[in-house]
């Protein structure tokens, strides 16, 4: 098992920045891929970034996050970090961080059925 835990969100201005992060815990020598989801009220969950994490730093990103995200790991500290700039009202929604560790044929992946541990959330509100 692997647990999940995020911190950072909050409250921000259209324009501002945040910087997200995911700390795992648990049996984490398996994780092979971490990402960042986000889900906004009335909305499915989407992918917002990934990367892999025992193998290089391999990322991929949602068309909505490139430019403006980052997504970046420290593994000695077994962290995730989603970096958000010039932050938009539409960036509101609760931001899951994800772990991976089934092998895949393909690099990586938005799909969220690949990934198999999930963290409880963290809120982030943009303000216009």
């Known amino acids: 098992q692997v647990q999940l835990v995020e911190s950072g969100g909050g409250l921000a201005q259209a324009g501002d920045s945040l910087r997200l992060s995911c700390t795992a815990s648990?049996?984490?020598?398996?994780?092979?891929?971490m990402g960042w989801f986000r889900q906004a009220p009335g909305k499915e969950r989407e992918f917002v970034a990934a990367?892999?994490?025992?193998?290089?730093?391999?990322?991929y990103y949602a068309d909505s996050a490139k430019g403006r995200f980052t997504i970046s790991k420290d593994n000695a500290k077994n962290t995730v970090y989603l970096e958000m700039n010039n932050l938009k009202p539409e960036d509101t929604a609760v931001y899951y961080c994800?772990?991976?560790?089934?092998?895949?044929?393909?690099?990586?992946?938005?799909?969220?059925?690949?990934?198999?541990?999930w963290g409880q959330g963290t809120q982030v509100t943009v303000s216009s």
């Open positions: 994800a772990a991976g560790i089934t092998r895949l044929s393909g690099g990586l992946t938005g799909n969220w059925f690949d990934y198999n541990f």
């Open positions: 990367i892999t994490w025992n193998f290089g730093s391999n990322t």
């Open positions: 648990g049996r984490t020598f398996g994780i092979l891929r």
